[in-house]
């Protein structure tokens, strides 16, 4: 690690205990890394000490120590000690009440592993104090991967620590992290490492740069808040974190190179939290918890295998990296060799079930010029086809497996895929396209990926990609006589008209006590679950997280309870929940995970409903920023006055109907209002109501209290003249 680097980062003026914390050992047995794990976290404490006083006098003793966009304050320190609101004056008292760690035993160890975490989160806090902050994972990011995280699309996280790794061995063991769906966590000398190889970082990523020196906290942090998040664990329930950790996220650290007593106690923090070492040192074995690995590129089936980690994703062979790791990747224009749709050419991609002898399993064919016979920067029409036959699939499994296309497209690095149906869109990036990328693998990845998730009702796949413009005119009627056979079937999916609504406990793996009930009417919190594929989820896996629910005996058909739900959500949560109403924020609203989209919350006055996404960081008219709304109410909790909700819910019909539906919004995020425009006018001339949407604030007008009612006033917003929510 760079020392003058560090001293500058983080404004460390004692050099005795900078050299203490990053002093290197060679041989190492048991006492000896205990003795490191002491030293390193005693020097980190006294440091961390130190920085305090001078943060004190510059900011003052009141002055708020709090990471970026987290509603946990400093996630390691309230999540097991319960310390929430912790000041500068209140972290010197804390860091003054720690006990000195000993060298003794590996009990000792743990004491030195802890007081070195805690100590690091006030030094990183304070980095942000002054401005120099870098590497926080931020809740939104964390909620984002909520989904994947659950159904084991992201099977767990590799910590990379320490460094002295060649760049070869070092891209090896990122792309074989990446390609095995795991997150990324890079901390000591690795984020420099990565970045001399050419490859990519970020939050769009799932390979993360934390921080060379104290910078391994965040990942730490990262897995607490998964707990708070989902798991309805509570701050300063220790036990009950210690236990949370042992099952999700799984978590191993690779660690490399000579290591530093720094290193030593953070390897013991590792193990606080159940993550498991991988060191190509000489170190003590200890089954379960350290492994010795001197070959780097063995080093993450090792991890993988010590911390019983189950990988689901098969192999493809493509030429450039796969995995969910590059579904957030972004591709500029001037960084795109060809692109396709996005109302620039003809494309459109479908899914249509055939007949068993006009399949021809695993086909690809390509009509139309290559990737190669265009020029850069081309823009070309493309059509994707993907034809299945099973005896089991039918019409309403269509749709259900097209949507599936998007993220199974932005799984290649390089490739970049938005849309849908007749309106999508697709980039192939210049670098994917020199690394020997064709046109005819996106057949190759919609074939492979149709086969591993619907191969039990899809038992036989093709696929088609065109770029002749007149073939794709002599498709394209097929594609849209498909499109509008499945609106006339949506238009007629009402919760009133269907007898079973699904379950989802999918996010029951990360939140125990919550159930989303998805409904024709209802998406699922996370966004990613309509009715028709718990339909088909449940098709595809009788015995899976989707389960018809029997509504039953309505109790209150405009709140949408049923005595069937209540009956199921009470036995389920062990008599936590009994009542959920559907269609009511206020009264026995259905339970929160952690992976919603939005949080509609109750103002401050009672009168109206404000809306915040997970992107929007900034202060809403309720007094608190998404992450600490998410905190508050995540976890499988039910709290009325606040919900989280999928985004397409808010254009629904039953959206809060119990308490007047969208004529109750009175602000949301700009951006939000922009991604849902369309649908809410729609919905605004249905009820009658055109101008409402010009009477919805955003962050533009207000973002306070006061300011909200005011513009309320001024515009005559409706919700002003219905009955207050309590």
Known sequence: MDRNEIRSMYGIKDDALLDRTLKTYHEIDVPRLLSMAADGSNAIVEMAKGLVDDAMATHGADAELVYPETGYGLPAIFAWKGIENLTLEKAKGFLDSLPTAEESSVEDGMVAGENAMYAADIIEAIAYLNGKGNGFIPDRVLRALGLPLVDD???????????????????????????KGMVAIASGDYPALIQRQGIEMGLDRMLYPVGMFTGTVHALNFAVRAALTFGNVAGGDAERLSDYLK????????????????????????????ACIVTDQNLPEIPGAVKVCKDHLSSIQTGIEERGIVINVEPIELPVPYGPSFEGELIRKPDTYVEAGGTRSTAFEVLLSKDEDSIEDGSIKMIGKEIDDFEAGSIIPLAMIVEV????????????????????????????????????????????????????????ILVHKVKEEFGGIATRVQATIITDESEIQKRMPEAKEAYDRRDERMKGLKDDLVDDFYTCTMCQSFAPAH???????????????????????????????????????????????FRGINDMISSASHGDIERICMYSLMDAPMTSCGCFEVIAAMTVDMQAVVLVDRDFPGMTPVGMKFSTLAGSIGGGRQTPGFMGIGRKYITSEKFISAEGGIARIAWMPKHLKDLIKEQFQRRCEDIGMPDLWNKIADETITDDAEGLMAWMAQVEHPALTMDPLL
């Not at 097209?402 to 895929?417: K, L, P």
Request: proline share 5%.
């Open 153 to 179: 699309t992201i099977p767990g996280a590799a910590v990379f620590l320490g460094g002295h790794v060649s760049g070869e061995d070092v891209s090896a063991m990122i792309r074989s992290v990446q390609g």
């Open 247 to 274: 099952k999700r996220p799984k978590v191993f650290v690779i660690q490399t190179g000579p290591l530093c007593a720094l290193d030593a106690a953070f390897a013991f923090a590792a193990l606080k939290h159940s």
């Open 389 to 444: 036959y099973g005896k089991d699939m039918h019409d309403d499994l269509e749709p259900v497996i097209e949507r599936r296309f998007h993220s199974s497209i932005n799984f290649a690095q390089g490739v970049w895929h938005a849309g849908q149906r007749d309106s999508d869109w697709v980039r192939i990036s210049n670098k994917a396209k020199e690394a020997g990328f064709k046109l005819a693998d996106l057949g190759k």
């Open 515 to 561: 159930i989303c009930i998805v409904s024709p009417e209802r998406i699922g919190l996370c966004g990613a679950i309509n009715w028709l594929d718990a339909k088909a989820g449940h098709e595809i896996s009788p015995n899976g997280p989707n389960q018809p629910l029997k509504k039953e005996d309505a109790i209150d058909i405009d709140k949408g309870e």
